[in-house]
């Protein structure tokens, strides 16, 4: 199959104004990323113009509590049921089409909510369910931005350029709802889908302008069931992708909260659109401060402090937006809650893309994603039934109180404890032809390794071969084992089976420098002349009784 990778076009002299940015700014320098990059930040644009307009239009349609925070919900659930399927898509079929895809969807949802808006004809169902619609272009989107990101920026800047993605995210959290705002007080919500409508089209263009070339590869194409199931089994043997993960989704259950009342918190203080908009600016242009600081703060910080401090910090700020007595008190409160937001989400986006290859990148990063609009999604509907039941300062109070409880709960899972592994693709290993004839997918397939080790260190073997089983898993693997031989002290076999002849040729393709660290320290402890025998077995179909 063929896959598409993005690459950079010839170099060429970067405007003036990149030229003179801080370092922590340099990888827009980078011509690529720098034009993905103003697209993904339109793109963003778009997204927090139709969030807000619909919030506000909501609080217009409807009374109800729960059907306005629903409004945070439903635009984040999707990201939660369909995000592995869209990273699976992502790493199987060519990317760019695939972004521009998604893009084009979320510009058609925008141009029907601009028509109907226009119309007149929006109740509250239709406008919570076009919300829905529209997060499913976000599912599908996100994946494969995160994906790109890793493959057109060298490793050594990664940590700055996803602080700009987050940083694009943030200021147009900031741009968004401002323009928002203004249109909503001038002209009403119908002028925001109209310009939101013609802004997703602008980025639907620019990516389209993106060039990439082709991977080809000799092997077919993944499944897409294999590819999800391969993207599930890969993140269920890293242990610091499964604290990850935990984190992300309690982290976002918690901070939900400020983001799911928002609406009711400005009418409440301020009862207007401007008040509305106020608060999620400020929540944007504290989230752009940290995004500019946080890549030299995480080189003197660890990441584990990082994010307990992230989680006591939106605690304090959360009970400060309960207690605020006007809407500017709300905003300085809700402004440092957004430093404290990006600084711990973005903490933990760079722990995600450490860990993950890039073969399984947009597979590792949807299940990621998920995680965090699942805390998000689950949070918003939480603290929504909260408040219907009490009120808005009862539900933020419970919810500033959850997360240091949480964390106390969690505390012994640290990210700091598992060391990054380099995760660079490594030649192919290569194996000697098959001497029968084997259709690619046959299978199963069952691969021994013979190892002769002095007794006196199975202890550390066994500890070496456990890391093994992770990483066979890891690849796609579909079950492990280690034998050791009754007659023969020190005699081991281990053997692994993969799906199909062209699955185990796949697995092959898949090594890192940290697969072959690792096997070079299997190979330590083989006390042969020769490396350790390797033998591969396809099963042999046999017909029934």
Known sequence: MTTSEPSSPPPAAAPA????????????????????????????????????AAAWLMTQLTDSVVMVALVSAASTLPVFLLGLPSGALADIVDRRRWF????????????????????????????????????????????????????IVPRERLSAALALQALAMNLSRVLGPVAAGALLAAAGSAAVFVVNALLS???FV????????????????????GAMRVGLQHVRQSPRMKVVLLRVFLFFLQSSAITALMPLVARRLGGDAGSFTLLVSSMGLGAIVAALTVPSLRERVSRDRI??????AISLMTLAVAWAPSIWLAALAVMLAGVAWISTANTLTVSAQFTLPNWVRARGMSIYQMALMGGAAAGSALWGQVAQWSDVPTALIAAA???????????????DAHQDEDVRPAPPVAVAPPVIPIEPQEGPVMVTVEYLIEPAQAEAFHAVMQQTRRARLRQGALSWGLFRDTAVPGRYIEYFVDESWVEHQRRLE??????????????AFHRGEENPRVQRYVAEPLDSP
């Open 510 to 523: 898949r090594f890192t420098a940290a697969d072959v660290e690792l096997r070079q320290r299997r190979a």
């Open 401 to 415: 109180l959850a997360g240091p409880l949480l964390w106390l709960a969690t505390r012994r899972l640290s990210l």
């Open 17 to 52: 104004w990149v030229e003179r940015l801080p370092p922590t700014l340099q990888a827009l320098r980078l011509p690529v990323f720098r034009m993905l990059w103003l697209a993904w930040l339109a793109a963003n644009m778009t997204m927090w113009m139709n969030d807000v």
């Open 201 to 203: 089209l602008a980025a």
């Open 206 to 225: 620019q990516i389209l302008r993106w060039k990439s070339q082709p991977r080809s590869s000799t092997l077919p194409g993944e499944r897409f069931v």
């Open 307 to 312: 994010v307990m401090l992230g989680i006591a």
């Open 100 to 151: 521009a895809s998604t893009q084009l969807w979320v510009a058609s949802v925008a141009v029907l909510l601009a028509l109907l808006s226009l119309a007149g004809a929006l109740t509250a169902p239709l406008l919570l369910a076009l919300t829905f619609v529209n997060g499913v272009g976000l599912a599908m989107r996100w994946p494969v931005f995160a994906a790109i990101v890793p493959d």
